[in-house]
């Protein structure tokens, strides 16, 4: 699909800086906004929309009107609480110092709360493929601002716009010690409406053997699966589940120091 960047409805001249750096970084076109709606530039473009907007990019698909853009979401209350108590943190096996990789970065939520867990020594990494989608998130990662606690969180994380499978074939061995993997729900969750603009646009490859053999080639320490609770991923390519009664997902991990 075709993406391009404009400005918002009453563009300045930090919207307009902005959005001729998106048209460059990306190189997509840069298209005068002219006080049209996004409604009316998705007809007359039929394109993907990227709005350099006053105070973040907006990223809007085609026939959505709703967008998609960067916020901290669960990762600013799941950080709040002892960070070892966090699910993925407690089934994961990581500490600080460690080295992760979000295979399935979305809003990177859950990249965030590992950031904050392995600290300024330890290194997190997240996969993107969707292009535009990736750029307003690493955007938004070394400028958002409201939540000082996790700036430093935030400010190291590496975006790769890049397909999972593909940028694990390009690791050596055991040179990951969490490998993280939450592929897009095949049952919808109602109350994940963060998604709702954007998951129609969004990867939406499932779990396969190749996928979790070379996450397992890669790590040293877990492989971590987040799935629907009626999922049948965790018991098909091997992941110990842990059961979390009254919620709608579950994590499983593989443990890669005994393989």
């Avoid at 394109?47 to 698909?61: G, I, Q, S, T």
């Avoid at 603009?197 to 053997?209: K, T």
Wanted: glycine share 4%.
């Amino acid at each position: 699909m075709k993406t391009i960047v404009t400005t918002a409805y009453r563009p300045n001249e930090r919207t307009d800086r902005l959005a001729v750096k998106t048209a460059k970084d990306l190189s997509i076109p840069f298209v005068l906004r002219k006080k049209r709606s996004i409604e009316k530039i998705h007809a007359e473009e039929c394109a993907d929309v990227l709005v350099a907007a006053k105070e973040r990019l907006e990223f809007y698909p085609l026939g959505k009107t709703e967008p998609f853009f960067f916020h901290p979401n669960s990762s600013a209350f799941r950080t709040k609480r002892p960070i070892e108590e966090d699910p993925l943190i407690d089934v994961s096996g990581l500490e600080e110092g460690d080295v992760f990789l979000d295979c399935t970065l979305g809003m990177a939520s859950d990249a965030i709360v590992a950031s904050y867990r392995v600290g300024s020594r330890g290194r997190v990494i997240g996969c993107e493929s969707h292009p535009a989608m990736a750029y307003v998130i690493k955007q938004g990662l070394q400028s958002y601002e409201a939540m000082p606690h996790l700036t430093g969180a935030m400010r190291q994380i590496e975006v790769m716009s890049n397909n999972a499978v593909d940028f694990l074939k390009t690791l050596e061995d055991n040179s990951i010690d969490v490998v993280y993997m939450d592929p897009m729900f095949t049952e919808e969750i109602s109350e994940a409406s963060n998604f709702k603009p954007i998951r129609a646009s969004a990867d939406n490859g499932q779990l396969s053997a190749e996928w979790v053999a070379e996450a397992v080639r890669a790590a040293r320490k877990s492989v971590v699966l987040k799935a629907h609770f009626r999922s049948s991923d965790f018991e098909t390519f091997g992941f110990n589940r842990r059961v979390r009664p009254n919620t709608k997902f579950h994590y499983g991990a593989i443990d890669c120091r005994i393989k």
